[in-house]
Structures are given as structure tokens and as C-alpha cells.
């Protein structure tokens, strides 16, 4: 079974779909997916399909969606075995639990290639880390679940998967800085600060991207950019850290031992975010 939720939903057998068209049903085998291989609790099913208040007949209501998933899942099974499909989608004490352990699931993949690609760099192997975390990156094909309706669970689910790759992003742009690659990067980051203005991280890659590319001026224009984001949006001024990054660009050729590729700087940034 291959299963995507780094981007459109969906769940595969063989090439072949089970994911449902109505929007519930498609909620709960997304929560499931996610989970694959663990009980999902059925009060927490109920909480995403319905919120903190679900009907009378939501327990038996759940029981017909995972009526129509398992109908699904047999549709796929070879001929003689779609009894089978209770097995996938098992009943457990407390709640349901899809069992696909020899499943192709892109997030488990990416949340593998991070933790990879982290130890690369932690390993000073920036090169290593910079494939791996493309690879991981590569794997998004838009928003997480972007086609799914988001009750309160899946909203959380999902907010955590996007939380995780840009960090990923955050890591590869620090390989990449590692590798010498702050020319190729500008680009880039130009796009990353002004989708997320108040990410110090990306604004701090920037600056020393544009440092070490010989735009020190442009870098010390990003920070009061920043600066003022923060002041009109939040009512504060850049991190301390922020702020010293700021100092050793105005310092002018005195900033080369601080900034050096950047990568010990960012290091610093990252650990305090």
C-alpha cells in the first residue's frame, strides 16, 4: 500500500484507489494513514469528524464510515480475499487501527530523511545533509492533506508537518551555506523572507548569503526590514543574536571571523529558536 499526505491525499493498493470522495469518511482514513499501524481511539475520531459536539448517533455513524472504508479496501484485495479487509482496517478495544506495516507512507520517508540528514550535519558532512534534506523536501507536493477537510485533530496533524519541513528547509539552506553555495541562495531566501517575514532564521540566511556574496548593504537593508516587520506585527525588536549578526555586517571586513560560511552562527540562531 502506498500511502501520500504531503500534499493531495491518497491511498493506494496496487495502483489502485481507495480513498473516498465524501469529505468524513476521507478525514478519518487520513487520521488513520497518519497513524497507521496504531489504534486511533474512537473518541478521537468522533473529535475530528465532529469537534467537541457530536451527535447522538456518532458512534454509529463512525461505525458506517468505516463500514464504507472497509468496502473500499476489499473493492482492491485480490478475488476470494476481500473478507481480508477487516484485517487492514482492524477493530480494536478502543478504537480502530489501519494495518499496514509494509506500507510506502511519504511522511514516515521524510520524517527518515530529516533525522538523516540532521545527523549529516551534525557529522560536518553538509554535502551528505544537503542531499538527503532535498530529498526529504522533494517529497512535498504541496500543502499537507491539502485536499483533505481538517477537523481538530488533522488541523494539529497538519500544522506539525509543516512545522517539520520548514525546518528541513531551514537545515538544507545551512548545509548549503556550509558548502559555499551563498550566491546560488540569494534567490531563494529573497522568496523565504518575504512568504514568512517574521522567520529570523531565513532573514539571518539572508543576510549572511547576501554578506558573503559581497551585499553587505542589501543584507543590512534585510535586517531593517525585520526590524520593522516585527515592530508594526509583534511590538518587538529583532533577537539579541539577531541583532550581534547585524553589528558584525556593519563591521564590515572585521565580520569575516563571526560569519565566516555562516554555518556556526545559524547554529546558534537555530538552537535558540
Given at each position: 500500500m502506498?500511502?501520500?499526505?504531503l500534499g ?5 493498493r ?8 465524501a469529505?468524513?469518511?476521507r478525514?478519518?482514513?487520513?487520521l488513520l ?5 496504531r ?6 475520531l ?10 447522538r448517533?456518532?458512534a454509529?455513524t463512525?461505525?458506517t464510515y468505516?463500514?464504507q ?15 481480508r479487509?477487516?484485517e487492514?482496517?482492524?477493530?480494536s478495544?478502543?478504537?480502530y487501527?489501519?494495518c499496514?506495516?509494509d ?12 533525522g538523516?540528514g540532521?545527523a549529516?550535519l ?9 542531499d ?6 522533494g ?8 485536499d483533505v477537510?481538517?477537523?481538530q485533530v488533522?488541523?494539529?496533524e497538519?500544522?506539525g508537518l ?11 539552506v545551512?548545509?548549503?551555506?556550509q ?9 531563494e531566501?529573497?522568496t ?19 554578506y558573503?556574496?559581497g551585499?553587505?548593504?542589501r543584507a543590512?537593508?534585510?535586517f ?9 506585527e ?7 543574536r539577531?541583532?550581534?549578526?547585524h553589528r ?12 565566516g560560511?555562516g554555518?556556526e552562527?545559524l547554529?546558534?540562531l537555530?538552537?535558540?529558536?
Open positions: 502506498e500511502i501520500r499526505v493531495p491525499f491518497s491511498v493506494l496496487d495502483g489502485a484507489s481507495i480513498l473516498p470522495s469529505g468524513k469518511p478525514q478519518i482514513l487520513a494513514a497518519l497513524r497507521s499501524s489504534v486511533v481511539p474512537t473518541s478521537l468522533m473529535e475530528e469528524v465532529w469537534g467537541d459536539e457530536p451527535p448517533s456518532a454509529t463512525l461505525q468505516v463500514l472504508l472497509r468496502r473500499k479496501i476489499g473493492a482492491v484485495l485480490p478475488p476470494g480475499q476481500q473478507h479487509a477487516k487492514v482496517l482492524a477493530t478495544f478502543s478504537g487501527r489501519l499496514v506495516d506500507a510506502q507512507l511519504d511522511a514516515r520517508d521524510f520524517h527518515d530523511l530529516v538523516r540532521t549529516a551534525e557529522d560536518d558532512d553538509p554535502r551528505l545533509a544537503s538527503l534534506l532535498r530529498q526529504a523536501l517529497l512535498w507536493q504541496g500543502d499537507a492533506l491539502m477537510p481538517l477537523g488533522l488541523r494539529l497538519s500544522l509543516e512545522e517539520a519541513r520548514m525546518r528541513a528547509l531551514e537545515l538544507r545551512d548545509a548549503d551555506l558548502l559555499g553555495r551563498h550566491a546560488d541562495l540569494v534567490a531566501l529573497c523565504l523572507s518575504a512568504r514568512h517575514p517574521l522567520n529570523e532564521k531565513f532573514s539571518a540566511q539572508l543576510m549572511v548569503a547576501l558573503r556574496a551585499g553587505a548593504g543590512l537593508d534585510e531593517r526590514r525585520l526590524r520593522r516587520t516585527l515592530n508594526e509583534l511590538g518587538v525588536e529583532p533577537s539579541p539577531m541583532q550581534r549578526l558584525a555586517v556593519l563591521g564590515g571586513n572585521g565580520a569575516a571571523e563571526l560569519l560560511d554555518s552562527f547554529e546558534r537555530g538552537r535558540a529558536g
